[in-house]
């Protein structure tokens, strides 16, 4: 009964947001990516070097639909604890509907993230497993925090609008609402939802810009972050490299999100 509740309400929420955000005309590319994620973190009894390499694509059908997926792992290296551990994300799979409005452009879909990301069965697995997990979200300003939730299945409903405000300044936003659904007994499940406004400004083929973004689910955790980036665009191929400073953090634990900074390189080809 209490994952029934959980999805009908993340699909209602989904159901607001998608109708009430425009739609557009032109359906994007099929685009192929990775992404790099990299920064260094210690508590009172860890001091390690994570990496968080990521794949992912989006893939349109048609005019009107599209999929998408993503999948990466978290690399932990300890200077002080256990070996060096390789971890898998939660995989993200995702239809979306790409409807035809003019000058915008709008994705909205309906995704779940797979319950592959574990906690381990010994104490010293547990805890690196865990400490790996959260730093590679928190690293991201926790960010699509479905890649990253231990023993879960996720139901998401993302949604993405961009649009020109003037020939040298382009703007988009994102949204989405998702819901926990632990596959262990004992954990509550949760809903949560997020929202990410961006800002770029095109130089020949540099970009400029920064985005904004926020998240929030349980009752504790509660996460803003800022990225500024530089992307360059060289036909085909895109670069982008960007820094995730964690703003607030709400959450009680050790370390503190906002003591963490998160340097990303990512790269994609266009179709």
């Known amino acids: 009964m209490k994952i029934a509740r959980s999805i009908l309400s ?38 390690f070097r994570t990496a968080a390499p990521r794949l992912h694509a989006y893939v349109p059908l048609n005019d009107t639909f599209a999929v998408a997926g993503e999948w990466g792992l978290t690399i932990a290296d300890y200077s002080n604890g256990p070996d060096t551990s390789f971890n898998s994300l939660n995989p993200f799979l995702a239809a979306y509907l790409t409807p035809d409005a003019g000058p915008l452009r709008l994705r909205i879909g309906l995704g779940v993230a797979l319950p592959v990301a574990g906690r381990g069965e010994t104490g010293t697995e547990r805890e690196a497993r865990e400490v790996s997990y959260r730093t590679a979200m928190d690293m991201n300003g926790a960010f699509n925090p479905w890649l990253y939730q231990v023993d879960t299945l996720s139901l998401v409903v993302p949604g993405r609008l961009e649009f020109n405000i003037s020939e040298n300044f382009y703007a988009a936003v994102d949204a989405a609402v998702f819901t926990h659904l632990r596959t262990e007994s004992g954990d509550d499940n ?3 939802v997020q929202v990410a406004a961006e800002g770029r400004v095109p130089l020949g083929f540099i970009n400029l810009g920064a985005r904004l973004q926020g998240v929030r689910y349980k009752a504790d955790v509660f996460q803003t972050s800022l990225e500024p980036f530089v992307g360059l665009n060289l036909g085909a191929l895109g670069l982008r490299t960007k820094l995730t400073i964690n703003l607030n953090d709400e959450r009680v634990g050790i370390p503190s999100s906002t003591d963490l900074w998160g340097l990303h390189l990512g790269a994609w080809v266009n179709f």
């Open 10 to 47: 993340t699909t209602a929420l989904g159901l607001i947001v998608g109708l009430a955000s425009p739609a557009f005309a032109d359906d994007w590319e099929t685009t192929l990516g990775a992404d790099l994620s990299y920064n260094t973190r210690s508590n009172e009894r860890l001091d």
């Open 190 to 192: 949760e809903i949560g």
